[in-house]
């Protein structure tokens, strides 16, 4: 049974990390007797160090009675999930993100413990990584992971921080829409395009589209769609 917010960013403009997502995050929590909560700052934006990181997610969560601790802080990482509570990516590069993983021997015993039901929150890299490949990321390529795949939480993938073509831009080159069109050239895996603000709750087999902004969805030679804030995903894994 799946317990999951797959979300586009962890910060919404004029808002404090994570405040858009509390809510629903503290409401899973209390439904679920969570009060731990287990980071994973592999993504490290910016290049910043795991604690900078987790004590940013430790701020966000003060005050609310869940203690925050980095998988880093563990001697064994493999336990660490294993045995967490609650578990939270946070965004960066999602190819440092997925080549942590899979050199820690991770990926898999991540995905085993989303399937088993721990609860898992995911931003922007941690979002893609649910998915059955990383091919769909914004990121730059600054590392070599062993390899694309990642847990397969869902059935497609995930374009996080999806962008509109702005008409008033004289900027040539390509659109966010056109790159996953040359992803679909070579790929038949579906791909969601979602906005900033907007998020996916996975509850078992339901895979609901919240927030305030419409989701773009792409299929192989088909036109993209949109669909509205209570689509439920988990048809695109049929």
Known sequence: MRNMIIASTSTIHGSSYLAYLLPDILKAFKINDIKN???IPYARPGGISYDSYTDKVR??????????????EYENTQDAIKNAQAIFTG????????????DLNLMETLRKQ???GTFYIGTSAGSN??????????DMPIVMPASFK????IG??????????????THM??????????????????????????????????????GPHTARVFTKDNEAIEVNSGYDFAQLSN
């Open 91 to 102: 965004g960066g590069n999602t190819f440092v993100l997925v080549k942590t993983l899979h």
């Open 37 to 39: 909560l287990l980071f």
């Open 114 to 116: 989303i399937y088993a």
């Open 129 to 138: 990584i649910c998915g059955l490949n990383m091919r769909n990321t914004n």
């Open 150 to 153: 990642t847990t397969g939480a």
């Open 173 to 210: 080159g390509e659109t966010r829409e056109e790159r996953i069109k040359e992803f679909h050239f070579y790929n038949n895996l579906p791909v969601v395009g979602l906005r900033e603000g907007s998020y996916i709750r996975v509850t078992d087999k339901e895979e609901l589209l919240c």
């Open 156 to 169: 497609y993938n995930i374009n996080a921080h999806y962008l509109d073509p702005d008409t008033d831009s």
């Open 59 to 72: 701020e966000a969560f003060k005050d609310t009675g869940v203690t925050v601790k980095g998988i880093h």
